[in-house]
């Protein structure tokens, strides 16, 4: 799974307080399944709940999620484009601990899509001995960035957030 990977580090990138202290952040995988279809590969779906939880967070909120949307956006957009989904698949808790600091829990619904092919292997005659294994890359949809570029989160007059885009190639 790349995506749980994929999202600390964008989140520790984007956010100041993560960047100063990155043990915030923990991330847990719960109600996690396989799909595969009866077909000739054994390519298959991983699909899952992604728990992230902030401890002891004293920024504004906004900080976490405009970089989260972001990062869907590129990543898993069919919670935007799927009405369903939209309504379901991003969920939030907070616990304020204090009048300055929060644990806050968001759960997510994610998928990746894993190609399964039977390789060469440079040592064998037979192919069947091998597996290469990719994980596909998310579809391009209106709203995916294309090309390199910066965001910046401001609340106030005060910077909450930062971060750079790669360009996507599609």
């Given amino acids: 799974m790349l ?12 956010t ?9 952040l923990t991330i847990f995988i719960t ?10 590969s054994l390519s298959f779906v991983y699909r899952y709940t992604l728990k ?11 900080a976490i999620f405009v970089p ?3 990062w869907l956006r590129t990543n898993q957009v069919e919670i ?15 616990e304020y601990l ?10 997510i619904d994610l998928t990746e899509r894993v190609i399964v092919k039977p ?26 960035v294309t090309q390199a570029e910066r965001i910046e989160v401001y609340f106030e007059g005060q910077q909450l957030a930062a971060w750079d885009f790669p360009a996507t190639e599609f």
């Fill in 52 to 62: 992230l939880v902030v401890l002891d967070y004293s920024s504004h909120a906004d």
């Fill in 3 to 14: 995506k749980p990977h994929s999202l600390r580090a964008h989140l520790t990138a984007a």
């Fill in 119 to 144: 390789g060469t292997d440079p040592t064998s005659k037979e192919t069947a001995k091998r597996y290469d294994v990719t994980h596909a890359a998310e579809p391009a949809h209106v709203g995916t």
């Fill in 31 to 40: 109600n996690g399944r396989l799909v595969a279809a009866g077909a000739a």
């Fill in 98 to 107: 204090n009048k300055e600091t929060m644990d806050l829990s968001i759960e």
């Fill in 16 to 24: 100041p307080e993560l960047q100063r202290d990155p043990d915030k």
């Fill in 80 to 94: 935007f484009e799927n009405t369903d989904l939209r309504e379901k698949s991003l969920r939030f808790e907070a």
């Fill in 68 to 70: 989260l949307l972001a």
